[in-house]
């Protein structure tokens, strides 16, 4: 089916794959664990089959480098396939619950049930995987699918219609590229659950639509995740982890490190081993990091211009640019750069970045680390490089964050037995593994009497009947 559409019929069409997708839920929640695991295998196979597919339209959308689609993009999706193909029977096995004493002669289970008519909408940074891993756990659920990719990267978009057009009939998973009047018609239908993923300002748009239908939704937002950088850290090992989690897709990574707090005692070093580190890995040879095959480039002039504002609006206060600061509008590139004598005035300090420019702070005790970070939104990850075991406790017990990981950087992602997802602003809802399974799945109770009665407590309520219930009450 050809889902670029024109706006005049767009409502209507979309209307009528709805539909047609709601008709069909029925069947497609009554689908087995075999028939579940043979559509995700098929997604699988595609994938394999196309892999220099994938890496040519990322390449030809921001210039994302063909190892950095393998490490963001296909490394995480193959092993969210694998991990779902090797435990989905157990997931949709009806989970054995406790009987209190009380309710003696039932027995109780949960049954995880589709939720039925779902569409998901999803980024640009991360196009590919960022639209298939949360289908593979929907499709796992049970349910049919809209699925809406970023009009902002129309190469990968193209690729997954194209994929989703060889794979599966619209009645089960269908795609819409276009633009916000798509996703503003989609929004208005009566979906059971949406998973979006994107930034706060549009999740709370996504969330209004969603309760005119009481829809249930998954948010994978963002904001300024922090790291922090003690007296006790590994220099080297840590400013190389950072350069790498602020750098990887030219920093347009939900979870890169937002700002950085270094310890004041380690900080000229920690800094010397940063630049070393950049250096290292996009100019080993001297060659300048634009000439690097190596380094993403922002995704479009918009976002481009968007950093550059913030980055001379801090500048205009009083910032120093310490490391980088080149930029090339023509390409949309924007060398790895770090901001010192930053403020929390400045709209640096108060935006989420989504590029390669790091603030960084110092701090003298943990207490001035954690009121920097807590004065702000819950993060969706904090960083902490660290081998002292009581600060890290002690951060995380005075911090909230969707995740956190100490000595690396974003690899809470590919972890598919950890939940990702934010917290508030930062996101709400859990992927990976079995928490995405939850997500597109209503935890259904059941629960069935076997023997007995509870008709020794009916009414009329006699002395006797009234005694029996406080003896319930009392001890059960």
Known sequence: MNTLLSETDLSNELKAVFDAQRQYAPQMALTTVDQRIERIRRIQTWVKDHEADIQRVMYEDFRKPAAEVLIGELLALQAEIKHTIRHLAHWMKPQRLPTPLSLVGTKSSLHHEPKGSVLIMAPWNYPFVLSIRPLISAIAAGNVVMLKPSELTPHTAGLIRQ???????????????GNETIAQALLELPFNHIFFTGSPAVGRI????????????????????PAIVDESATIKQAAGQLAWGKCLNNGQTCIAPDYLLVHESIKEPFMQAFREALTSMYSPDGKPVEQS??????VNSKHFQRLRGLLDDAVEKGATVTVGGK?????????????ENVRDD??????????PILPVLSYATLDQAIQIINQREKPLALYIHSHN?????????????????????????????LPFGGVNNSGLGKSNGFFSFQEFSNQRGVMQRDFGTMKFLYPPYTDRVKKLISLVVKYL
Request: charged residues 25%; without cysteine; aromatic residues 8%.
């Open 163 to 177: 994929m989703i057009t060889d794979l599966f009939p619209v009645k089960e998973v269908a795609v819409f590229e």
């Open 389 to 417: 075991r009581k600060n890290t406790q002690y951060i995380l017990d005075r911090t909230s964050a969707g995740d956190t990981v100490i000595n690396d950087t974003l690899l809470q992602f590919g972890n598919v037995e």
């Open 346 to 355: 400045m709209r640096i300090m108060q935006d989420e970045i989504f590029g």
């Open 327 to 339: 930029m090339n509008a023509d390409q949309h590139f924007m060398e790895p750069t770090v901001l």
């Open 293 to 298: 095959d190596s380094y993403a480039r922002i």
């Open 206 to 225: 996504v969330m209004t639509a969603a309760a005119k239908h009481l829809a249930s939704v998954t948010l994978e937002l963002g904001g300024k995740s």
